[in-house]
């Protein structure tokens, strides 16, 4: 049986540090704050927007929403965007996508300071995760899997990594930062060939294809740790991930469940940042 990486329990452990650091800023007269900005009503944003929240108000963060009708224009949106960015009371951004089709995403995502883009929405963010340097921060997902190897004491040096999927949210600024931990890395995709041969051989193995089962027990070998980031839902309308729970588990040394694991980190992760850019304001 393998051991099983709970982001619930890295999760608990990392809140406590972030009460108090947002203790300790409160007592400077600092409160860290977050602004969301929501264009519509979409039950995922909803969902999202109720955990963060709930979460903040856990840990000693204030937020301030700003809500837009879907049908908002290109020129108001930015208009909210410049409003927060020049709130100094205000120390992180959460800017919920998709954005509707009228609306030029990658000019309102680009909007944002990158001081206050909590989990890497512009480009200058990215810049940061792939140059190493201090801009902005990393998308949150992908650090809540680092985050997990770090409570586990799981260390990356040396190792050889394998990670499943290449989108800009996960797969490459994950594998960005295992590089800084001095991982060896490989990306697979679609179009990789003999991809089963390839996750055997890697000493830890890092999901997300955003397709429910798609690694199962033939990708796997003993000695094995495995990140699992997919969130679906399988043909009962259970959360699953991109692993196949049940054939992989028995065989690996470790893996995370789903629920419970990645996405359970994530939003604590959102809250350091805006924790850690409100220090940086002192």
């Known amino acids: 049986m393998s051991e099983i990486l709970s982001g619930k329990d890295a999760a608990r452990a990392m809140n406590e540090r972030i009460k108090d650091d947002a203790r300790r800023l409160r007592k400077e007269g600092i409160i860290p704050t977050l602004g969301i900005i929501r264009v519509g009503e979409n039950e995922s944003d909803l969902s999202y927007e109720r955990g963060a929240v709930k979460r903040a108000e856990a840990l000693g963060v204030e937020y301030k929403k700003y809500i ?7 020129n108001e949106l ?3 965007i410049d409003e927060v960015n020049n709130d100094d009371k205000i120390h992180g951004v959460l800017l919920f996508r998709p954005l509707p089709s009228h609306i030029d995403s ?7 300071d990158p001081k206050k883009d909590v989990d890497c929405m512009t480009d200058m963010s990215l810049c940061g995760v792939f140059t190493g340097k201090d801009i902005g921060y990393p998308p949150c997902t992908a650090e809540a899997c680092m985050k997990i190897l770090e409570h586990y004491d799981i260390s990356c040096e040396g190792k050889n990594v394998v990670v499943i999927g290449r989108s800009l949210v996960i797969g490459k600024p994950v594998s960005m930062m295992l590089l800084k931990k001095n991982a060896t890395v490989t990306i697979c995709h679609t179009r990789t060939k003999d991809m089963k041969t390839i996750a055997k051989s890697a000493d830890i193995l890092i999901v997300a294809a955003g397709r429910a089962g798609i690694i199962n027990k033939d990708y796997v070998r003993e000695g094995q740790i495995v990140i699992d980031v997919g969130i679906n839902t399988d043909s009962d309308g259970k959360l699953c991930g991109d692993v196949d729970y049940t054939s992989v588990e028995p065989i690996v040394s470790a893996i995370t469940p789903v629920p ?5 980190m994530t939003t604590s992760v959102l809250i350091s940042h805006i924790v850690q850019a409100a220090g940086k304001k002192n």
């Open 260 to 264: 419970g694991g990645v996405g359970s």
């Open 68 to 74: 837009l009708p879907e049908d908002v224009s290109q």
């Open 106 to 112: 990658a000019a309102a995502e680009n909007a944002l």
């Open 78 to 80: 930015l208009e909210v």
